[in-house]
Nanobody
Framework: QVQLVESGGGLVQTGGSLRLSCVAS????????MGWFRQAPGKEREFVAA????????YYADSVKGRFSISRENAKNTVYLQMDGLKPEDTAVYYC??????????????????WGQGTQVTVSS
C-alpha cells in the first residue's frame, strides 16, 4: 500500500521561498502521477501542481505559474514543490497526492487515490 509523507512547510515572509518534499513508499513510484494540492481555512482544497509519471509533463494552477515548480526524483521516491515569490494568499495546508490508476494527469482532487497528512505553509505580510 502506498503511503505519502510530506515535509518542508513552515513560516516565511512575503517574497520568500520554501521547498516541500513528499516521500512515497512502494516500488512503482515512477508509474504514479503526483500532485500537490492546498487548502486554506474556510476554503475548498485546490489544485496547485502535478507531474506525470516517469518525470514527464508538468501542470500548474494559474495562481502559481512562474513562481512554483514541481519535480520528481524517482530513484528516491520523492516529489518536490519549489515555491518562490511566496504571497500571503499562498498560506494553506499543502497536501501531496498520488494517482495510481489514470493514464492522463488529473487536476481535480477526486482523481487522486492516496494522500499525505499535509504540511502547513504560512506566509506573513
Amino acid at each position: 500500500q502506498v503511503q505519502l509523507v510530506e515535509s518542508g512547510g513552515g513560516l516565511v515572509q512575503t517574497g520568500g521561498s520554501l521547498r516541500l518534499s513528499c516521500v512515497a513508499s512502494g516500488r512503482t513510484f515512477s508509474r504514479y502521477h503526483m500532485g500537490w494540492f492546498r487548502q486554506a481555512p474556510g476554503k475548498e482544497r485546490e489544485f496547485v501542481a502535478a507531474v506525470a509519471g516517469y518525470g514527464g509533463e508538468t501542470y500548474y494552477a494559474d495562481s502559481v505559474k512562474g513562481r512554483f515548480s514541481i519535480s520528481r526524483e524517482n530513484a528516491k521516491n520523492t516529489v518536490y514543490l519549489q515555491m518562490d515569490g511566496l504571497k500571503p494568499e499562498d498560506t494553506a495546508v499543502y497536501y501531496c497526492a498520488a494517482d495510481l490508476t489514470r493514464v492522463r494527469v488529473a487536476v481535480v482532487s477526486s482523481s487522486y487515490d492516496v494522500w499525505g497528512q499535509g504540511t502547513q505553509v504560512t506566509v506573513s505580510s
